[in-house]
């Protein structure tokens, strides 16, 4: 799992320092403030972690997936502008049985090579990352598409595609894996099965619904279950989601907080970034439950400064600042009572 | 019992406890007011025998008075705990002071409580039925007087946190 990541003249962030906990994290901050960049870099470094060889090429191969991750012109578009030259520098921290750390950096002017620091070595658990559109419903095809055509989308489709390309578990593997099923498919109404390479909803009464019939919101959890399913989603693995809370209603999302906090709980970490104070609350809330059995969360606020983004970060949401959904929300409550105060003076007055 | 009245509302506390209006006590009066944006919360409480902690009590009745706009108003409790705090450490090391075994008793008290006690209108409003909302109103008091106390407390008549031990009624 990813220890900590500290960053230097990244995209937005001048300065920054993560340190996630091995359970549940959530990013919060306005749009542009960074929260996605955190999560693909988390991600990318994961993922090379997991498919690493050791040293060799490893330079190139840091920088091939940071360009297929965040889809920049050329990889020194990554490097925070402002006056004099920087060099963008990344270090990160996995802890599986020992710690292991990477270390790179790279210049404005890079292209295909980043300056390795410390290198990884042994190979690390696999790692997800979910975007915020869901992949279940175009999953055909769309693998060897991405392969063989120029298409504008960034590689976490891609990855996510070949995750779930794997077959299901068997054997003991698969019985401890129906711990976070069993609860999953009762909300989706069924199991998620691959057939013939397209992906279909068995549902538990009436026969089946193909993926692209099954409600968006749905679809998304479909993905989790899936891959649980298949072995993908283990412990020591971390997974990533950006704005989990898309396409569900409220009602779903107390669901999905739900999910999240038994797949922590089972040793997967987990990264994921939110606009909604909702399922924020409902994190912190369910948090908070399950605090007896050692459940950590980490929250990170991100808000701007002079110097590019600052992070704020605590153990519950009371710690850190700002929480921009929330207070937009008090803003609205003000412009309520304000309204009905005025209209209720006003009244007063045609009375009188 | 200690019986303190703000307004409409009455806070009686078990015997057990000692209680200021702060803004009353002459300390005050004549060193602090002066200062003009110095104020303190209205209520400094704790019980003697068995409890460590210092309460620093907040009263705001929206049914009675105007409201203050919601960010205003966690700012202003946040410079009034600033400012009881301050208050308190003074008086204990003035003997002259009329406040002054209160405030050495409450200096001794290991942790530091705030609550904020408010009242407000109902509305008849399916989306606001309550224009502070509760959960929002105690995150954003955390928010602000974390580093006196991080588990800020957020009341009102119909809600009271087991915490509590007063109890609160209105005219």
């Known amino acids: 799992m990813l220890k900590s990541l500290t960053i230097k003249n990244f995209t937005v962030f001048s300065k920054a320092e993560f340190d996630f906990s091995p359970g549940l994290n959530v990013i919060i901050g306005a749009n542009g403030l960074g929260k996605s960049h955190i999560l693909k870099l988390g991600y990318s470094c994961s993922w090379l972690w997991n498919s690493s060889s050791g040293g060799l090429d490893l330079s190139k191969r840091i920088a091939g997936k940071l360009v297929k991750i965040y889809r920049p012109d050329s990889l020194g578009r990554l490097v925070r502008r402002g006056q004099g030259h920087h060099r963008a520098e990344v270090q990160v921290n996995f802890l599986r049985q020992k710690p292991n750390r990477l270390s790179f950096s790279f210049a404005a002017n890079s292209k295909s090579e980043v300056s390795l620091g410390m290198i990884l070595s042994i190979n690390g658990p696999p790692t997800i990352f979910f975007p915020t559109k869901e992949t279940l419903s175009t999953y055909p095809g769309f693998a060897s598409l991405y392969r063989d055509y120029h298409i504008e989308m960034d590689e976490t489709y891609y990855d996510l595609c070949l995750a779930l390309e794997r077959p299901l578990l068997r054997g003991p593997r698969y019985e401890k894996a129906r711990e976070l099923l069993d609860p999953l498919e009762k909300i989706l109404g069924g199991a998620v099965r691959n057939e013939n390479g397209r992906f279909i909803l068995q549902q538990s009464g009436n026969g089946k619904l193909e993926m692209p019939l099954v409600a968006e919101g749905i679809r998304k959890l479909a993905s989790v279950a899936y891959l649980i399913a298949n072995g993908s989603l283990t412990d020591q693995s971390t997974l990533y989601w950006d704005e989990p809370e898309t396409n569900l209603n409220p009602l779903l999302i107390v669901k999905l907080a739900e999910i999240l906090v038994k797949i922590a709980q089972q040793g997967t970490q987990i990264i994921i970034a939110t606009h909604s104070l909702f399922l924020l609350k409902e994190l912190d809330l369910q948090l908070k439950i399950a605090h007896n059995q050692n459940q950590q969360g980490r929250f990170f606020a991100l808000a701007p400064s002079e110097d590019g983004v600052v992070v704020q970060a605590g153990n519950s949401i009371e710690e850190v600042e700002p929480i921009t959904a929330l207070d937009v929300e008090i803003d609205q409550a003000e412009r309520y009572e304000a309204l009905v105060s005025e209209v209720g003076q006003a009244g007063g007055k045609r009375n009188a | ?171």
């Open chain 2, 1 to 171: 019992m200690p019986d303190v009245v703000e307004g409409k509302l009455t806070f009686t506390f078990p015997n057990s406890w000692q209680v200021v209006k702060y803004d009353e006590t002459s300390f005050y009066k004549k060193h602090f007011q002066k200062l003009g944006a110095s104020r303190c919360v209205d209520i400094v409480a704790f019980e003697t025998e068995v409890d460590d902690q210092l309460w620093l009590l907040e009263v705001k009745d929206y049914r009675q008075n105007k409201r203050t706009k919601t960010e205003d108003l966690f700012l202003e409790i946040a410079r009034k705990v600033r400012d009881t705090l301050a208050n308190l450490y003074l008086a204990q090391r003035h003997e002259e002071a009329d406040c002054y075994d209160f405030a050495q008793l409450a200096s001794r008290k290991q942790t530091i409580r705030v609550v904020l006690h408010l009242e407000q209108p109902q509305k008849p409003s399916k989306l606001y039925p309550q224009v502070v909302s509760h959960t929002n109103a105690q995150i954003k008091l955390r928010q602000v007087v974390r580093v006196a106390d991080p588990h800020a407390l957020f009341c009102e008549i119909a809600k009271m946190p087991a915490q509590c031990q007063w109890t609160v009624t209105s005219k």
